[in-house]
């Protein structure tokens, strides 16, 4: 069982940062890849980012590329998502989800993930 716990959301102004972070519980995070998904209002979840469990691969969805990165740190059990010049099409709850393989391929669709968390709120006003 892995528990996750997101933070960091907030309400922003349109071009700047912020700075998502994830940590899991149990002592067998470098297990998962991990996800950043997000729901906006209205609108159904849909994927940002994804890790391999070293880390050694991500993937990001297109509306995305080039302002977020997504990053771990296995020794402190926690994923990041770096948010740079934040969108208020970026408005949304923001989930971390772990998927339990070795594979490098990062999975996009949500039944493959394993593990969610609560969420946290970014809020990006214009």
């Known amino acids: 069982q892995v528990q996750l716990v997101e933070s960091g959301g907030g309400l922003v102004q349109a071009g700047v940062s912020l700075r998502l972070s994830c940590v899991a519980s149990?002592?067998?995070?470098?297990?998962?890849?991990m996800g950043w998904f997000r729901q906006g209002p209205g609108k159904e979840r849909e994927f940002v980012a994804g890790?391999?469990?070293?880390?050694?691969?991500?993937y990001y969805t297109d509306s995305v590329k080039g302002r977020f990165t997504i990053s771990r740190i296995n020794a402190k059990n926690t994923v990041y998502l770096t948010m740079n010049s934040l969108k208020p099409e970026d408005t949304a709850d923001y989930y971390c989800?772990?998927?339990?393989?070795?594979?490098?391929?990062?999975?996009?669709?949500?039944?493959?993930?394993?593990?969610w968390g609560q969420g946290t709120q970014v809020t990006v006003s214009s």
């Open positions: 989800a772990a998927r339990r393989t070795r594979l490098t391929t990062i999975a996009t669709i949500d039944n493959e993930y394993d593990y």
């Open positions: 890790i391999s469990w070293g880390g050694s691969t991500t």
């Open positions: 149990g002592r067998t995070f470098s297990s998962y890849a």
